[in-house]
């Protein structure tokens, strides 16, 4: 009988690997990106207190259109770095959440970028 490998097991295991190097702090929080099949969520975490900062996600009421695309993940991080900067937080270090930097995630983060978040 032929198994298929738990992709999603695979990556908690290298999402564990990378929080073990990577921590928010209060002068430079952590952007944590979940994605699933239909939605997005981004969330800036400050580790030492275990606090969230502020959230952004196409689940959202105000948020329209499909959440699932390159679109949608663009406008959740542009979204995410307007509230970020009504907080005065401007840097960030990017916890991918164990995902592959490309597609949704990797618009997130260029959308965070164009929004004024530095990482």
């Known amino acids: ?21 990577i921590s928010g702090t209060p002068e430079c929080p952590r952007l944590s990106v979940y994605r699933s099949l239909n939605h997005i969520y981004a969330q800036i975490i400050d580790d030492t207190t275990g606090t969230t900062l502020c959230a952004a996600s196409t689940n959202e009421k105000s948020f329209k259109d ?5 679109d949608a993940a663009r406008e959740v991080g542009k979204i995410l ?25 990797q618009e997130l ?11």
Do not use: C, W
Not at 66 to 70: A, D, M, P, R
Not at 81 to 105: L, N, P, S, T, W
Not at 109 to 119: K, P, S, T
């Open 1 to 21: 009988m032929v198994t298929r490998p738990d992709s999603n097991k695979a990556r908690l295991k290298r999402h564990k690997r990378v929080r073990g190097k």
């Open 109 to 119: 983060a260029e959308g965070a970028r164009e929004g004024g978040l530095e990482f």
């Open 66 to 70: 499909y959440g699932g695309n390159k």
């Open 81 to 105: 770095a307007e509230r970020a900067a009504k907080k005065d937080i401007k840097e960030v270090v990017f916890d991918r959440g164990g995902y592959v930097y490309q597609g949704r995630v």
